[in-house]
Each structure stands twice: as structure tokens, then as C-alpha cells.
Nanobody, 123 residues
Framework: VQLQASGGGLVQAGGSLRLSCAAS????????MGWFRQAPGKEREFIAC????????DYADSVKGRFTISRDNAKNTVYLQMNSLKPEDTAVYYC?????????????????WGQGTQVTVSS
């Protein structure tokens, strides 16, 4: 089982990036997926999550209105579109998958984690 995150990079403040996370090794049918980030010296924090069918979506207050989570279940892939990026968005971004949307929202007992992709926003 593997979650492969990609799409990170260096961008200027105000710019955009799109992260992708492809799941492989098993079916993730019914699984919720989400994104977290961890900045240097800080704890990992929840960013966004989405249920399998897409009817339940939640965002951290810090990214509401700027980030959009989406998924393509046929491709076992979840995306994070990040707009109006700020220097404080600089972090390693991780994707996650779990049978429980609530556990992803709470960031606890998550079944699967991706390896992380670096996002750096310059001022």
C-alpha cells in the first residue's frame, strides 16, 4: 500500500500549486482522504479532507477560501489546489487515507500516510 504525493515546489507569494496524491497497492473504495502539513519546528496540522463520495468536505480555517480538495476515484487520486499562497504555507505536505473521515479530521489513528512533498512559498 502506497500513497505517492507530488506537485510540491517553490512558488512566490500569491502563486498557486496543485498537489496530487496517488494511492496504489489496494483499493481505496470507501476511504476518506485528506491533506496535512508540517512546518519546521511545528506539529503536523490538518489541512483538508474529503469523503469517498465527496459529499463531506472540511478545511482548516487557515486555508478556507484558498485551498480546494478534490478527488478522482477512478484514478485513486486526491488533489489539493492551493491558491493565493503565503509564506506561512511553507511546509511539507502529506496526504492520508482512512476508512473514517472523522479520524482524518482529527488526525488520529490514520491508516495510511504518504511520504510528503515540500512546498516553499517565498515572500
Amino acid at each position: 500500500v502506497q500513497l505517492q504525493a507530488s506537485g510540491g515546489g517553490l512558488v512566490q507569494a500569491g502563486g498557486s500549486l496543485r498537489l496530487s496524491c496517488a494511492a496504489s497497492g489496494r483499493t481505496f473504495r470507501g476511504y476518506a482522504m485528506g491533506w496535512f502539513r508540517q512546518a519546521p519546528g511545528k506539529e503536523r496540522e490538518f489541512i483538508a479532507c474529503m469523503s469517498w463520495g465527496g459529499q463531506n468536505i472540511d478545511y482548516a480555517d487557515s486555508v478556507k477560501g484558498r485551498f480546494t480538495i478534490s478527488r478522482d476515484n477512478a484514478k485513486n487520486t486526491v488533489y489539493l489546489q492551493m491558491n493565493s499562497l503565503k509564506p506561512e504555507d511553507t511546509a511539507v505536505y502529506y496526504c492520508a487515507a482512512d476508512a473514517s473521515l472523522m479520524e482524518i479530521r482529527r488526525g488520529i489513528r490514520i491508516n495510511y500516510w504518504g511520504q510528503g512533498t515540500q512546498v516553499t512559498v517565498s515572500s
